[in-house]
């Protein structure tokens, strides 16, 4: 399983940015993907999730209506698109295998919002 991270960087509030997550070594067609985070200090936090097909997404409460949450399965790419950032989105993000925190994860990409 290979997971690997892009996208990521400073941004001021309420700005956007997109991630990518180029997966190998596994059927991704096949499997739920999600996003998890890390802030500085903190534990490890879900993010979102996806459906193996992309229909069915799950968000967590703090970035419902801000995140959206997509896969290319032809591509083997999750996205995640952010909007309205704030500083509490300040965290290493990243991309996980099967629902909620997963199984396995990439190395993480960080995202700092901040002006």
């Known amino acids: 399983v290979q997971l690997v991270e892009s996208g990521g960087g400073l941004v001021q509030p309420g700005g956007f940015l997109r991630l990518s997550c180029a997966a190998s070594?596994?059927?991704?067609?096949?499997?739920?993907m999600s996003w998890v985070r890390q802030a500085p200090g903190k534990g490890l936090e879900w993010v979102s999730s996806s459906g193996s097909d992309g229909s069915a997404t799950d968000y967590a409460d703090s970035v419902k209506g801000r995140f959206t949450i997509a896969r290319d399965n032809a591509k083997k790419t999750l996205y995640l698109q952010m909007n309205s950032l704030k500083s509490e989105d300040t965290a290493v993000y990243y991309c996980?295998?099967?629902?909620?925190?997963?199984?396995?994860w990439g190395p993480g990409n960080q995202v700092t919002v901040s002006s």
């Open positions: 996980a295998r099967g629902y909620g925190t997963g199984n396995s």
């Open positions: 070594g596994f059927t991704f067609s096949s499997y739920y």
